[in-house]
């Protein structure tokens, strides 16, 4: 890594906080951006051209498991952050399902001096909404908060119990902070693996009913409307939640919400492979749930893209479908995944795009601007949107390797990623420098 005076020259640059979207020139300097225009001049700057290239703020993925504390076979502080800058992303958010669950100060304090000496991207611990995410009683927050947690979450698992989470509600309100929900009602979806449809018949699995997922969001709108307080839904996979949430926020309630990736490319069709590699929580639903994702992505439902990062080990992929862990890999492959698939298709335009992964996971976590303007951090992706490129996970960062996009095309890939004047990956050098 290093910091340099750069010029990036005649990129297209797409400012979802402004509505920018022109062909400009942005010069980085003591790790702020000094300028923006048409014909700046180098002045010592290193000049790279990028014409062609798109110029964001810097990317936010707010919801990844690092799996440190407890699993650092899996993934690390370390690996992670590294598969971040190079997925293009200047700051993630990090889940507390760990070993143990992060709801003491001291172990957020911990990963945020790892994160600190990575420097390869900035993170926002996300801290467990109760404590040893045993859905029994809230969590210390004003202590949590004060160690950096930016949120709270007993993701893996929701807040089960209506009065807690209603307790939960009420002390985050005090603290104007909010509850990321794992949206399932475990007695519905007892030992489902899969979306419970004819897939599942056909197969023999038992099934996971979009109900589950409805039910705890329905709840939860209600606990909203209860306590004034703000909830953000993870990895929204059901075409009733969607509704759920277009109707809250029409009415005015504090909720919004994320889908990843891999919920607008596979569905259950997909999922019929013997082994674990497409098996995901909530899983991958059929497609009438799809394209009511992607419904909510354009009328403005959903706001927030995010990855749900989770590595798991090979051996354990490997395993049948219904022993092997959920989870994908998404920090090296989510920009391009979505963009292929929403951008490239035509259905959302390069500026609503950008503000999912930039825009949209701020103001869930109500975090400040990350503007491009003068003065401002020089935060910055650049991202290359007619590059093709096949994915190889073997050359991931990642300690892991479980991802359903090995092997397949895609369109479009990030370049470049500046972390407040440094360059945390640089592919307009060698490879080998880019791709440490």
């Excluded at 180098?42 to 990317?59: F, H, K, S, T, Y």
């Excluded at 992060?102 to 945020?112: E, Q, R, T, V, Y």
């Excluded at 989470?165 to 899969?194: F, K, N, Q, Y």
């Amino acid at each position: 890594m290093n910091r340099e005076t750069l010029l990036l020259r005649g990129g297209r640059v797409l400012d979802p906080w402004t509505g920018t979207d022109s062909v400009q020139d942005v010069r980085v300097e003591d790790g702020r951006i000094s300028a923006l225009g048409n014909a700046l001049k180098p002045e010592g700057a290193r000049e790279i051209d990028a014409r062609g290239l798109w110029v964001l703020p810097g990317c936010f993925d707010m919801h990844i498991h690092l799996r440190q504390p407890g699993r650092s076979d899996e993934e690390t502080v370390e690996t992670g952050l590294l598969g971040a800058a190079r997925g293009g992303f200047t700051d993630v958010a990090c889940m507390p399902n760990t070993d143990p669950a992060l709801d003491h100060p001291f172990l957020l304090i911990a990963l945020l001096e790892q994160a600190k000496r990575s420097g390869r991207a900035r993170l926002h611990p996300i801290a467990a909404a109760t404590k040893g995410r045993k859905g029994e009683s809230p969590a210390d927050y004003a202590s949590l908060f004060a160690a950096g947690a930016v949120a709270v979450s007993d993701d893996g698992d929701p807040v089960r119990d209506a009065a807690v989470a209603r307790r939960c509600l009420e002390l985050l309100r005090s603290h104007d902070r909010v509850l990321i929900e794992h949206a399932e009602d475990p007695a519905l979806s007892g030992r489902g693996v899969m979306h419970e449809g004819l897939v599942s018949l056909e197969l023999g699995r038992p099934g996971i009913p979009a109900a589950s997922e409805d039910l705890c969001v329905e709840r939860d709108i209600v606990l909203a409307r209860l306590t004034g307080a703000r909830v953000h839904i993870a990895h929204i996979s059901s075409k009733g939640v969607v509704a759920a949430l277009r109707r809250a926020r029409a009415e005015g309630l504090a909720l919004t919400g994320e889908t990843a990736p891999h919920y607008f490319w596979f569905t259950d069709e997909d999922t019929r492979r013997p082994d674990g590699i497409f098996r995901v929580n909530p899983p991958l639903r059929s497609l009438d749930h799809q394209e009511a994702l992607l419904e909510g992505i354009q009328d403005g439902t959903i706001t927030v893209l995010a990855t749900d990062h989770a590595p798991h080990s090979p051996e354990e992929k490997a395993q049948p479908f219904g022993q092997a862990p959920p989870g994908f890999l998404g920090l090296e492959t989510a920009l391009a995944a979505s963009h292929a698939a929403l951008v490239v298709p035509g259905h959302i335009q390069p500026l609503h795009w950008a503000s999912l992964w930039t825009r949209g996971p701020r103001e869930a976590l109500g975090l400040a601007p990350n503007r491009i303007a003068e003065g401002q951090p020089a935060d910055l992706t650049v991202f290359d949107p007619k590059v093709k490129w096949r994915v190889e996970a073997a050359r991931f960062a990642s300690k892991s390797r479980n991802t359903p996009f090995d092997g397949m095309e895609l369109t479009g890939r990030p370049v470049l990623t500046i972390l407040a004047g440094q360059l945390t990956f640089d592919a307009t050098r060698t490879e080998e420098s880019a791709l440490p």
